[in-house]
């Protein structure tokens, strides 16, 4: 059970308020958590979930900032599968989420999210505070990047609001959605309840399975071919859907490529996976697709993209199957859908519905003999910290113990550890800011112990990330999430010394000025202190190898007694000359 504070009692009252309806909208559609920073715009919605509902289905969950508060409903989401709420205060609370909401966005997660205005009514608006909290079009902040908003005009329309936007937020291509609450709506006395009607009459619709005439076409594109490249993006975390994909693969005696952006789909250890995951399109994947008679494309991330790096200007010569329903979620203001792919068919599906229609027609292709892949170079004999030095002590781990990885840091070389489970890993944060790290990971955290899984919740995440989202370790110690963050601190926003270094050597300048306005140093910053200072139990800084091994040990003890834990390890700068479609530097460079 997630920690829960437990409210005195409320005595009965004939009294009704318009936001003990919407309350009790909530949780006949069984909203289990709302994450939120309070604020006077939704104080009567605050009101009726303690007095009301007592603070249980939905259970608030405190956040000591508004975009902490998205990025867990996002975690939330990516772990279960399933939609939270998230509440934000009037239109300052609102600019404040816009990140997490942007991340949720690309990442394609169904969320809930609350907001609040006014009173819309100018004559019941207080002076000064309620005028600069009113936005004529507030839903406007996010429009862009939410699937649907609404501001409902009474009561019985917010009721319909809240099961209209659960709808559209589960609707598959999934998303976030925005409902902006009128604080004298909110705060009216009603003459009696609003009526409740039978949620489960409002679920959101089963997505569309595969037109049987693209199924068709796909098969017998699949079986004349002698090469076929199959790259597995965005797909469930279902253990079933899982292994059809590996069936799939198998049958067709295809190659397998995945990349870190997106959750593991398919074991990375299977040998026609044909190379380590990254954040962009390795040489071998490139490759597979150069050399293949058809490509299938189950829902990548920027599709046309890939054919761009891969093909490197020369023509497209293989048949595309082309399998994604993100073009339903496309906005002229987002360039999130990545560029356009040729395709000759398109399945309008979700890519598991595909895998299933496919695998009982494509014939059984003769098994190659594929080749080993070469091995992971030995680590480096010295008392460095390091990715690798982690990667190492996590290998270990996963000998005994299941993990759930809710993030990784962009020097982190995809060879580093194998994906085994849909589980093992969940993907990064969509929308490539900073900061979203340590509230996903607090949202994973709170899924997994929801769903009872044994699984340890971990995130490696860089240093800038944790400054910029560090109160949700406050979140998570609050409610008693059991998790571990690995601040992988390497004292700067080193991917941006990367970029300077770039424009220096092409505008023939100092490379070594390349640290200026990046190194978070002279004075560094104690983030296990940080940590403790919110509850947390912390480790570090370890500063060298040798005591990683001690840290991690004990890290584990004290997330399986139920603690939230921090190691800061003080990694040197530096990415992985393994790593494919990265800058790379001496991975030694700069030691501290």
Not at 48 to 65: D, I, K, R, T, Y
Not at 259 to 275: E, I, R
Request: a negative charge.
């Amino acid at each position: 059970m997630i920690k829960r504070e437990i409210p005195i009692p409320t005595p009965a009252q004939d009294t009704v308020w318009g936001s003990d309806s919407i309350a009790q909208c909530l949780r006949s559609m069984q909203v289990p958590f709302l994450a939120l920073n309070p604020g006077a715009s939704y104080r009567g919605l605050h009101d009726s979930l303690v007095n009301h509902l007592g603070n249980e289905a939905p259970q608030m969950l405190l956040c000591l900032h508004e975009e902490v508060a998205i990025s867990i409903a996002q975690g939330y989401a990516k772990a279960s599968g399933k939609m939270m709420g998230a509440v934000v205060h009037s239109n300052v609370g609102l600019m404040h989420a816009t990140m997490a909401i942007f991340n949720a966005w690309c990442d394609r997660s169904p969320m809930l999210i609350l907001g609040a205005t006014g009173p819309w009514d100018a004559a019941k608006r207080r002076p000064w505070i309620d005028w600069i909290h009113t936005a004529a079009d507030q839903g406007a902040l996010v429009r862009d990047y939410t699937k649907w908003d609404n501001q409902p005009g009474s009561v019985t329309a917010a009721v319909e609001s809240l099961l209209r936007g659960s709808q559209i937020a589960q609707t598959a291509p999934r998303g976030p959605v925005y409902i902006n609450l009128d604080a004298a709506l909110q705060e009216a006395p009603l003459e009696t309840p609003a009526t409740i009607p039978d949620v489960s009459r409002y679920s959101a619709p089963q997505s569309p399975l595969p037109r049987l005439e693209d199924i068709e076409k796909s098969v017998a594109l699949l079986n004349e071919a002698s090469k076929v490249t199959l790259l597995f993006g965005r797909m469930s975390r279902s253990k079933e859907d899982w292994n059809l994909r590996v069936k799939l693969a198998e049958k067709l005696n295809a190659e397998v490529v995945t990349d870190l952006k997106n959750a593991a789909v398919f074991p990375t250890d299977h040998p026609q996976h044909c190379s380590s995951p990254g954040y962009f399109m390795s040489p071998a994947a490139c490759q597979a697709v150069r050399e293949a008679e058809v490509v299938v494309l189950f829902d990548w991330v920027d599709p046309g993209g890939a054919f761009k790096q891969a093909l490197q200007g020369t023509a497209l010569n293989a048949k595309v199957i082309h399998i994604s329903l993100d073009m339903h979620i496309h906005r002229g203001w987002s360039m999130d859908m990545g560029s356009l792919p040729a395709a000759d068919v398109f399945m309008l599906c979700e890519p598991d519905d595909a895998v299933s229609a496919l695998l009982s027609g494509v014939k059984e292709k003769p098994k190659s003999n594929w080749p080993a892949k070469d091995p992971l170079a030995k680590a480096q004999e010295d008392d460095v910290v390091s990715l690798r030095a982690i990667a190492d002590i996590m290998q270990q781990l996963t000998k005994s113990q299941d993990l759930c990885i809710a993030r990784l840091p962009l020097g982190w070389n995809g060879a580093y550890l194998h994906w085994t489970h849909p589980m093992d890993y969940l993907g990064a944060d969509g929308g490539g800011g900073i900061g979203a790290g340590p509230g996903n990971a607090v949202g994973v955290g709170l899924a997994l112990k929801e769903m009872g899984s044994d699984r340890i919740p971990m995130a490696l995440i860089g240093d800038g990330d944790f400054l910029m989202g560090n109160t949700a370790v406050w979140t998570a110690v609050r409610y008693a999430i059991p998790m571990l963050i690995v601040v992988c601190n390497n004292h700067s926003f080193f991917n941006d010394e990367l970029h300077q270094e770039r424009v220096a050597k092409e505008r023939s300048r100092p490379v070594e000025n390349k640290w200026i306005g990046q190194r978070i140093s002279e004075p560094d910053i104690d983030i296990a202190q940080m940590a403790a200072s919110m509850g947390a139990k912390t480790l570090g800084p370890i500063k060298r190898r040798q005591d990683l091994q001690a840290a991690f040990d004990q890290a584990l003890v004290w997330v399986k007694q139920g603690h939230t834990c921090i190691i800061d390890a003080c990694v040197a700068p530096g990415y992985d000359a393994n790593m494919s479609g990265q800058t790379v530097t001496n991975s030694t460079a700069h030691k501290r």
